[in-house]
C-alpha cells in the first residue's frame, strides 16, 4: 500500500488538490499517481519515498534535505539520466524514476 | 551539538559530510592526530568536502569544528573554489572541444607516447 | 646547533619515503618542506596515483619493478590503508599503425623481466568491460595498479615520526652551507640546520635551492591538471591508457573515476596557485568518452592541478653532485614519480648505508647532463 503522506490542510497555504490534474510517473517501475506540475522531490515524498537511497560510505539515508539544489541529497535517476536533483524538476507524464542504489 | 540525540548514537558518529559519509570522529581525528589545521587540510584527510556538493553542504560545519578543536584561523581559508561549479556530465564537457584552440594536446609525457623509444636515452 | 645525519628537503612522495626508509635504517633524519603534506598544488599531492611498471624508459624499468614489489608490501609496512590495488594497468590502441609499436614495446619490457603481455579484440574486451569498442590491442600489465597519493603521503611521514624522523613544516630550505667541498648545514627560514647529508628532493623547487649552490637542475614546471566524477558502483578495477591521446583512467575504491593524461593547466611556482584551462577540460573530457563511453553521463565534479616538474630529458635527477660531497638528488621525475617513490626512498637508504649507489638508480645521476661541477 503506498503512503498518502500529503498534507490535507493548512493554516496558510492551500493544499486542496481539488481541480488539480493527475499524472502518472512510474518509480522504480512502479506506477505513482501524482500531480501536474509537482516538484519531483515533493510528489516522491507524498508517496512515501522519503528515503531515496543509501550512502554507500555510511550507509545512512539520504532524501530531499535543502530542498533547493544545494546539497545533491535528493538525487535520484530520472529518464536514464543519474545523479539528478529530483527538488529542482517537475514531474512529467511518462516520468521513469529510478531509486539510485549502490554499494562499494 | 550535545543535545541532539535522536539516533541515540554516540557524538561521534553524527554524519558531517552527507556526500561521503564523513563523521564528527574521522574529522576530529583529522585535526588532533593528523595535524590538520584548516578545511582543505581535513578535506584531504578524511573526504569531507569531495562528494557531489563538493562542500557547500558541510563546509560551516568543518570550519566550526575547527574552532572548537582550537585551530585557528579556521575561518580565513575556505574550501579552495575548482571548476565546474555544479557537476557537469562528462560528454558535455567534451561537447565544447572544438571551439578550443588551446591547448593542442597534453604535455609530452612518457605515458602518452605509450607504445615508441624516443624516451630512451 | 643540532646535527641530523641528514635533512630530507621536501615532504612529496620521495621524500617522505625517503625520510622513512632512511630512519629505519638507523639514521638520524630531519625532514623539511616549505609547507606541508596537506596543503596543495604540488606535484604527488595533485598526482593521478598510478603506480605503474610499463611505459617507463627501459633504463626505469628495473626501479618500477623494484618499487612495484615495496608497494605490494607496503600497507602492512606503513600499517596503514593506502587503497592500494594492484589490478593492473593496460595501454590500448585502436590505431593500425601503434600496434606494432605497442609490440615492440612489450617485447623490450618482457625482456627486461617485467610481467606483461599484449592482449588482443575478445580477449582485451573481456577483461576490461566497458572499454571503447574500437579498441584492438592492449599492453596488459597484472602487478601495475594504483593507490592514494594523500594517504600514502601521510602514511609514510607519521611512519617516519614514529621511526624518529624530525618533522618541521613551513620551513623553506634556501641553499647550503659548504666548506671545502662538503656540505655542513642546509640553510633555512628557520636558520641553519647542520647535516651530513641532504637530500634534496623539492619537486620543482629543487631547480631554486640548488642554483643557489651552483648547481644547475634543467627543469621546467607544468601544470597538469586532473577531473574526478560522481561516485559509480565497481565497473573498472585496472587502469587504463591509451596510445597518443592524453589519457590515464582509473575508479577509485569510493567509487569516483580520477581522469589525468598530462593535459596542462596553469601555475604559479611562487605562490603554487594554479588555475585551469577550459580547452584541457574539454580535451580531457573528449578523450575520456572515447576510451570508456559509460562515463558520458557521469558528472565531473572537480578538476585541479599541480605543478610537476619536468627534466629536459623527462628522467629524474638522482644521486650524489660531484665535487659536493654530501648533497644527494632526488628530484625532477616529469610525471611519473609516485609508484618509484618508494623504491627511490628505499636505494637511497641503502646508498648512505653502504655507500653504492644502486644499478638501478645509476642511469639517473646528474653527471648525464656533462656539467663542470666545480665550486669555489
Redesign the interface.
Known sequence: MIPDLRLKSHPVLDVSTVGRRHVTIAVDGRPLDVFEGEILAAALWANGYISLGQNPSSGSHHGMYCGIGHCYECRVTVDGEEDVRSCLIRVQEGMQVHIQKFEI | MKSFDVTNKPENEL?IC??????LGQIQSAIKL???QTV??VK??T?AG?????G??CAKAVESILDTEGQSPSGTEPY?A???V??????V?????D?????A?????????????D??? | MKTADVIVIGAGIVGSSTAYYLAKAGLKVTLVDSRSPVTGGSATQACAGGVRQQGRVPVEIPLGIFSIKLWTDLEAELDENLEYRQDGMTVVTDDEQQIARLSDRVKREQALGLDIRLVHNSELHGLIPGLSPQMRVGSYCPTDGHANPMRTVNAFVVAAQRRGVRLKWNCAAKGFVVENNRLIAVKTVAGELACRYAILAAGYWSQAIAAAAGINLPFQAHALQMMVTARRPPQLDQVLGWVSNGISLKQMPSGGFVIGGGWPGRGNTQTYQTRLLPGSLAKSARTTVGLFPSLAGIPVLRAWAGIEAFCEDEMQVVGSVPGLDGLIMAAGFSGHGFAVGPGVGSLLAQYLTTGELSAMLAPFTIERFGNDFSFP
Open positions: 554524519i552527507r556526500c561521503e559519509g564523513v563523521n593528523s595535524g590538520a582543505n587540510q584531504k584527510l573526504r569531495m562528494g557531489l556538493c563538493q557547500r553542504t579552495q575548482r571548476p565546474p555544479r557537476g557537469v556530465a562528462v560528454a564537457l567534451a561537447n565544447g572541444a571551439q578550443f584552440d588551446e591547448p594536446g597534453p604535455v609530452s609525457v612518457a605515458m602518452t607516447r605509450g607504445a615508441d623509444d624516451s630512451a636515452k
